[in-house]
């Protein structure tokens, strides 16, 4: 293959990319990276091509390898903030990864403070993370940059309907309805804020301009059909204001949730209720209405805490993880949301097959979470993730050390049951003696089985 040939298809490549055939632009930008040398294609060029590349290569669902290339790109060009922003999307977007998709906006940002996609992008991201103030801050910011930019305009709105400022969600998204008025989920979402504030008869005129907004309107509603009843129907039935609880999931004990104070949330208990019993359907259903009624940051956090639970039931362990980290920030104090984040991370490793910068970001994260959950109440679950973290780093001695501090707190806390309560951080904390000796004995289990693995035990050692 000659020079003008290779040159060829870094056009073709670029031509393949403006028409949406991501799959041929892959192919391209691999041969081009592949002979680079002949052209003598090297800085910048180069850096172009691993960026195309990766842009295509997350078109066809290969978020890692785009992840790779968009690492080369900024390593080739450290001053292109695009590589961050790309890799900042699939983070939010793809993996629910939300402190790495920061991370990378931060960079992006930080190379180019006048980017409106990245201010609104992290906006989102902060929302989504229940960073509200944060997110406010960041939309701000890129609608100074672009007072007409229709995604930003979108997300400030959906951010006062969460605040429960329905009048000026709707002056936003009237303003965003204005830039694109064919934006039909748009529209829906100024019905939802009309609807709020009880102006239904104007929220119905909205919708009746577009068929789409009517039909993604009733898509989310649980009416039926619009021939029999009307739209106005679906107006009343789409809020939760309007909603009833079933009579077949009436509350007919409180339901123990993990919480420094206690849950109100009628919608929150039944979210859990039906979560312990692994009807999972209903379990999204009340957690989407709680969280339109929860006002503080200890039920958010319960909130986030019951979906990540969701997720992880539902082999979701990134959403599950992006779900706990939103947890945390509602609320710090709680050290059974950490150690859960660090178990997750640990699980993910398990399970998944990551890129080794990211096993190594895990790792590291699952470390300080595990550290955060031991200085705020100090139990032995956290002291069994560091066993394995270190475990998995070769760190032997250390693990060793941890694996030790986990098994005798578990032991002495079984041996002084009546008396005495070691773990306090454990979710165990305040529940019958047969709950914590059952959790004590797991406790024991899994750091006997750490230390079977560090060659400290024997296989025949057991648990009484």
């Known amino acids: 293959m000659n020079a003008d040939s290779l040159f060829k298809k870094f056009m073709a490549a670029e031509k393949s990319l403006s028409k949406g055939d991501w799959r041929k632009a892959a192919k391209l930008c691999s041969t081009v990276i592949d002979n680079a040398d002949l052209i003598g294609l090297a800085g910048e060029e180069l850096a172009a091509c691993y960026l ?42 793809d993996f629910n990864m939300y402190y790495q998709a920061l991370e990378e906006f931060n960079k992006a940002i930080a190379l180019n403070p006048t980017c409106v996609e990245a201010f609104s992008s992290r906006g989102l991201t902060k929302l989504l993370s229940g960073d509200i103030d944060g997110a406010e801050a960041d939309l701000m910011t890129a609608l100074s940059l672009d007072h007409n930019n229709p995604n930003a305009l979108c997300n400030l709105g959906n951010l006062y309907l969460q605040r429960r400022d329905p009048k000026k969600a709707a002056e936003i998204y009237k303003q965003a309805l204005g830039v694109n008025p064919s934006d039909y989920e748009i529209r829906v979402n100024l019905a939802i804020a009309l609807t709020q ?23 989310k509603s649980s009416a039926p059909v619009r021939k029999r009843i009307g739209l106005k129907y679906f107006l009343r039935h789409f809020l939760p204001k309007y909603k009833k609880l079933p009579h077949d999931h009436k509350i007919k004990q409180k339901i123990p949730i ?25 379990a999204h259903r009340y957690l989407g209405l709680a969280k339109q009624e929860i006002c503080d940051d200890n039920e958010r956090a319960v909130g986030f805490r019951i979906e990540s639970d969701i997720l992880r039931k539902e ?48 790792l590291s994260q699952s470390e300080k979470e595990s550290l955060k959950a031991i200085s705020l109440n100090d139990y032995a679950r956290p002291h069994q993730n560091l066993a394995l973290i270190y475990l998995e780093r070769g760190i032997l001695d250390r693990a060793k050390e941890q694996a030790v501090l986990a098994y005798e707190m578990a032991e002495k806390q079984i041996n002084r049951m009546a008396d005495t309560i070691i773990c306090k951080g454990c979710q165990a904390y305040g529940k019958d003696g047969l709950i ?16 079977r693995d560090l060659e400290l035990f024997s296989d025949s050692y057991v648990v009484d």
């Open 52 to 93: 195309n590349r990766g842009f295509a290569l997350r078109k066809i669902g290969r978020q890692h390898e785009s992840l790779q290339d968009y690492e080369k790109a900024s390593q080739l060009n450290p001053r292109n903030f695009k590589p961050h922003l790309n890799a900042a999307l699939i983070y939010a977007q």
């Open 197 to 219: 504030m009880g102006s239904e008869g104007d929220a119905e005129s909205v919708l009746r301009e577009d068929s789409k907004a009517i039909q993604l309107w009733e898509a």
């Open 258 to 282: 993990t919480s420094i104070k206690p849950v109100k949330s009628e919608y929150l208990l039944l979210a859990q209720q039906s979560l312990d019993s692994n009807d999972i359907k209903n």
């Open 315 to 362: 082999n979701n362990l990134r959403g599950s993880i992006a779900a706990l980290e939103s947890a945390v920030k509602s609320d710090p104090n709680q050290p059974t949301y950490w150690n859960t984040l660090s178990a997750r991370r640990l699980l993910l490793i398990n399970e998944s097959v990551l890129l080794p910068s990211e096993k190594q970001f895990m």
């Open 436 to 451: 914590i000796r059952t959790q004590c004995q797991e406790c024991l289990r899994k750091a006997s089985e750490t230390l």
